[in-house]
Nanobody, 127 residues
């Protein structure tokens, strides 16, 4: 089971980025996938989650209306489209799965709910 994030980089405030989470060794469309982020000196923060069972999507208040999570099962990939980014979005972004459930956990923004993580991709937003 492997998750690989990509698409991070340096972007100006107000700009956009699209992060990708590619899966290998398993079929991603069977499982819920979460996105998290961790800024220096801060705890890992849940950002979004997408279920495979019914395609339900969830967003933390801090990103609601700006970020969009989606999945392309043919490419075995989940995306996080980040629009209107802010300096406070600067962090390492991770995707994760519990490799068990097709629905997002009730505690969907709690890192301990997820067992498998990618290595992360850095997003830096300049003001």
């Amino acid at each position: 089971v492997q998750l690989v994030e990509s698409g991070g980089g340096l972007v100006q405030a107000g700009g956009s980025l699209r992060l990708s989470c590619a899966a290998s060794g398993f079929t991603l469309d069977y499982y819920a996938i979460g996105w998290f982020r961790q800024a220096p000196g801060k705890e890992r923060e849940g950002v979004s989650c997408i279920s495979s069972s019914d395609g339900s999507t969830y967003y933390a208040d801090s990103v609601k209306g700006r970020f969009t999570i989606s999945r392309d099962n043919a490419k075995n990939t989940v995306y996080l489209q980040m629009n209107s980014v802010k300096p406070e979005d600067t962090a390492v972004y991770y995707c994760a799965t519990d490799f068990f459930s097709s629905s997002c956990p009730v505690a969907r923004y709690r890192a301990a709910e997820y067992a498998y993580w990618g290595q992360g991709t850095q997003v830096t937003v300049s003001s």
